[in-house]
Nanobody, 124 residues
Framework: QVQLVESGGGLVQTGASLRLSCAASGRTFSSVAMGWFRQAPGKEREFVGG???????SYADSVKGRFNIFKHVDKNTAYLQMNSLKPEDTAVYYC??????????????????WGQGTQVTVSS
């Protein structure tokens, strides 16, 4: 069983930065793909970005160039560094893990384990 715990959310102003963390137990990030998703009020959950076990990353067009995903394998923690935040980035952010290593899919159904989410609010 894999458990994921996100942290690092909060309330920030437009243009600020935040770093979200996703700590995993049960599987190591070096052997699985993981993804970050977000869900804004009244909207469906959407893919933000992901990283494979070998370190390949992909991002949604809406965050490309502003967000960066990386991981510390020895800490079994993955991170979502968010820069130049905009009000439209306001959402609950979730990390998710697949049971195998692959290119991180953009579809929710590709992931086996999910964290509880952390709120990010960007004020204008």
């Amino acid at each position: 069983q894999v458990q994921l715990v996100e942290s690092g959310g909060g309330l920030v102003q437009t243009g600020a930065s935040l770093r979200l963390s996703c700590a995993a137990s049960g599987r190591t990030f070096s052997s699985v793909a993981m993804g970050w998703f977000r869900q804004a009020p009244g909207k469906e959950r959407e893919f933000v970005g992901g990283i494979s076990g070998s370190g390949y990353t992909s991002y949604a067009d809406s965050v490309k160039g502003r967000f960066n995903i990386f991981k510390h394998v020895d800490k079994n923690t993955a991170y979502l560094q968010m820069n130049s935040l905009k009000p439209e980035d306001t959402a609950v952010y979730y990390c998710a893990v697949m049971g195998r290593d692959t290119m991180p899919p953009r579809e929710e159904a590709g992931y086996d384990y999910w964290g509880q989410g952390t709120q990010v609010t960007v004020s204008s």
